[in-house]
């Protein structure tokens, strides 16, 4: 009996090792502020059928757990600000891309 626990034990272990090895973490990054702060709801970043959300505070938003590649950015403003979008985003592994400073236009 102690045998048989002590292997439904490992077994368990080496399943649970075996789904997080095929994990992908994704740890890049789009960070920037936006001007004016109080204009902007929310931020994506685009790449062919994936997109990757975050909201604004305070002017400022990071999407997070963004995989290496080219992104379009666009951040939704609220009337009478017109949307924003800048093609051509690259965000490299374990690295964060600043977009710098957005000013919103009308």
């Known amino acids: 009996m102690k045998s048989t626990k002590l292997k439904l034990g490992a077994?368990?272990?080496v399943?649970?090792?075996g789904l997080f090895a095929f994990t992908t973490v994704f740890s890049g990054s789009i960070?920037?502020?936006i001007t004016p702060s109080a204009a902007a709801m929310g931020a994506m970043a685009i790449s062919g059928t994936d997109t990757v959300r975050a909201l604004i505070d305070n002017g400022s938003f990071s999407i997070n757990n963004v995989k290496a590649g080219t992104y379009k950015l666009v951040i939704?403003?609220?009337p009478?600000?017109?949307n924003f979008e800048k093609e051509g985003?690259?965000?490299a592994d374990d690295m964060p891309t600043d977009v710098g400073e957005i000013n919103l236009q009308k």
Request: hydrophobic share 45%.
């Open 76 to 78: 939704q403003a609220l």
């Open 11 to 13: 077994l368990g272990t």
């Open 80 to 82: 009478p600000y017109k």
């Open 89 to 91: 985003v690259m965000v």
């Open 15 to 17: 399943l649970t090792l």
């Open 31 to 33: 960070k920037g502020k």
